[in-house]
């Protein structure tokens, strides 16, 4: 019940574009499947990630357990494989960043990342829906310096560290005091800090369970198969 952890950034998976490589501009995942961007995708390397999008382009949840809702979820992500240049892990921000590619759906903060080092990227999470994320500080039970993590966690969670941590690195920050000493620019950045509307649509992954989460992986798994 997030008793025992303390919210260090929070985000989305969205939409990561190159503004000189694309006519028009993804808002939307319906976007994703658009003739225009034939070859031109790429995909974080995540079953949930992936099925999620496409769950919610359809209006469902990404943590639904309706076989019927998943199925229409994979069928649709087959129709998208032409649009599909490749799905990687970390490797992608250098080829967003290099131009490689048009498209990229990830995180928001590797998508922060890429625009750090390109001036061309924008990043969009569609208002429809999408996940929710945290990184989150915690303690184990196993701690043999209990007194130090605690000194490191309050350091981090005043206001003017947690800002410039956040400043720094480039991720949304839970942190109420330190957001109110971030520069307008960032915290009024809809991508980063996105509007109460899309929030509102914005769903955390739950735990599905061992059964569940086999059954995501398994349809995961057919998609990155299916040929073009």
């Given at each position: 019940?997030n008793d025992y952890?303390?919210?260090y950034?929070w985000?989305t998976?969205g939409?990561v574009?190159?503004?000189?490589l694309?006519k028009?501009?993804?808002q939307?995942?319906?976007d994703?499947w658009?003739?225009?961007?034939r070859?031109?995708?790429?995909?974080?390397?995540?079953a949930r990630?992936?099925?999620?999008?496409s769950?919610?382009s359809l209006?469902?949840?990404?943590?639904?357990k309706n076989?019927t809702e998943?199925r229409?979820?994979?069928?649709?992500?087959n129709s998208?494989?032409p649009n599909?240049?490749a799905i990687?892990g970390?490797?992608m921000?250098?080829?967003?960043?290099?131009g490689d590619?048009a498209?990229?759906?990830t995180?928001?903060?590797?998508?922060?990342?890429?625009l750090?080092k390109?001036?061309d990227?924008?990043?969009?999470?569609?208002s429809?829906?999408s996940?929710?994320?945290?990184d989150?500080l915690v303690?184990?039970?196993?701690?043999?310096?209990e007194?130090?993590?605690?000194?490191?966690i309050?350091f981090?969670?005043?206001p003017e560290?947690a800002?410039?941590?956040?400043?720094?690195?480039?991720?949304?920050?839970?942190?109420?005091?330190a957001k109110?000493?971030l520069?307008?620019?960032i915290t009024?950045?809809?991508a980063?800090y996105?509007?109460?509307s899309?929030?509102?649509?914005l769903e955390?992954?739950?735990?599905?369970?061992?059964?569940?989460?086999?059954i995501?992986n398994?349809?995961?798994l057919q998609?990155?198969?299916?040929r073009?």
């Amino acid at each position: 019940h997030n008793d025992y952890s303390i919210p260090y950034f929070w985000g989305t998976v969205g939409i990561v574009y190159n503004t000189k490589l694309v006519k028009k501009a993804p808002q939307h995942w319906n976007d994703l499947w658009s003739p225009e961007y034939r070859n031109q995708i790429m995909l974080v390397d995540g079953a949930r990630e992936v099925l999620g999008f496409s769950l919610n382009s359809l209006g469902y949840s990404l943590n639904t357990k309706n076989m019927t809702e998943l199925r229409l979820a994979e069928t649709k992500l087959n129709s998208l494989t032409p649009n599909i240049k490749a799905i990687v892990g970390d490797e992608m921000k250098g080829y967003m960043v290099q131009g490689d590619a048009a498209i990229g759906v990830t995180f928001s903060g590797e998508a922060s990342e890429m625009l750090d080092k390109n001036e061309d990227l924008r990043y969009v999470v569609p208002s429809e829906g999408s996940n929710l994320w945290f990184d989150n500080l915690v303690i184990p039970k196993t701690v043999k310096h209990e007194k130090e993590a605690y000194a490191f966690i309050n350091f981090m969670l005043k206001p003017e560290n947690a800002a410039q941590n956040a400043e720094y690195i480039g991720y949304a920050t839970p942190n109420e005091a330190a957001k109110a000493l971030l520069p307008k620019s960032i915290t009024d950045d809809k991508a980063f800090y996105p509007s109460e509307s899309t929030i509102k649509n914005l769903e955390v992954y739950n735990n599905l369970g061992q059964k569940w989460l086999g059954i995501y992986n398994d349809i995961y798994l057919q998609v990155k198969m299916y040929r073009k």
